[in-house]
Antibody, heavy 121, light 108 residues
Framework: EVQLVESGGGLVQPGGSLKLSCAAS????????MHWVRQASGKGLEWVGR??????????AYAVSMKGRFTISRDDSKNTAYLQMNSLKTEDTAVYYC?????????????WGQGTLVTVS | SYELTQPPSVSVSPGQTARITCSGD??????AYWYQQRPGQAPVLIIF???ERPPGIPERFSGSSSGTTVTLTISGVQAEDEADYYC???????????FGTGTKVTVL
């Protein structure tokens, strides 16, 4: 079964740090880019950033509001992607999803994790 | 920053047709995708590359594109279609991704 499972969410004080994990299974993780998307309670989806695969030099890109505070990394040996969040603000409180773009659906996000809640307070 | 604009809400009676628009300057050059999100659940892909439907998605969901606007149409709306719907695309360099502002579909 193709699956993404996030973990690492929790309560953190403003200015603190947190590292989220996204464990993948059921597909060739090393060949896939991985993205993070977040959603504050009652709000819309917000793209956080992405990391590409090794052939594309593990290139990263971030939403402007998160660049410099958030870092996406991956460990292909563990089939896991990470989101390191530093200097957290109350407005970073959200459910964080990891997701995978798939060539079979034109690069759309076809698989999503269940999300992990980050509360900054 | 690049934005995709959707109407906040659409209300429709069962069996009728719902249309949700998504407007963005880069849409003539970039594909759009549509996701359905029910409360407490992760988004689900329902349309890709403007008009394509993934396996398992009912035929009542369809997409179209014209200039800077893409449209999701739900024909013969059912109660289970009540959800939030988001369009998604990327900027002209396909480096930065963006989601639309979201539309809540209410089935009367």
């Amino acid at each position: 079964e193709v699956q993404l499972v996030e973990s690492g969410g929790g309560l953190v004080q403003p200015g603190g740090s947190l590292k989220l994990s996204c464990a993948a299974s059921g597909f060739t993780f090393s060949g896939s880019a991985m993205h993070w998307v977040r959603q504050a309670s009652g709000k819309g989806l917000e793209w956080v950033g992405r990391i590409r695969s090794k052939p594309k030099d593990y290139a990263t890109a971030y939403a402007v509001s998160m660049k410099g505070r958030f870092t996406i990394s991956r460990d292909d040996s563990k089939n896991t992607a990470y989101l390191q969040m530093n200097s957290l603000k109350t407005e970073d409180t959200a459910v964080y999803y990891c997701t995978r773009p798939s060539d079979s659906v034109g690069g759309a996000f076809d698989i999503w994790g269940q999300g992990t809640l980050v509360t900054v307070s | 920053s690049y934005e995709l604009t959707q109407p906040p809400s659409v209300s429709v009676s069962p069996g009728q047709t719902a249309r949700i628009t998504c407007s963005g300057d880069a849409l003539p050059n970039q594909y759009a995708y549509w996701y359905q999100q029910r409360p407490g659940q992760a988004p689900v892909l329902i349309i890709f590359k403007d008009i394509e439907r993934p396996p398992g998605i009912p035929e009542r969901f369809s997409g179209s594109s014209s200039g800077t606007t893409v449209t999701l149409t739900i024909s013969g709306v059912q109660a289970e279609d009540e959800a939030d719907y988001y369009c998604q695309s990327a900027d002209s360099s396909a480096t930065y991704y963006v989601f639309g502002t979201g539309t809540k579909v209410t089935v009367l």
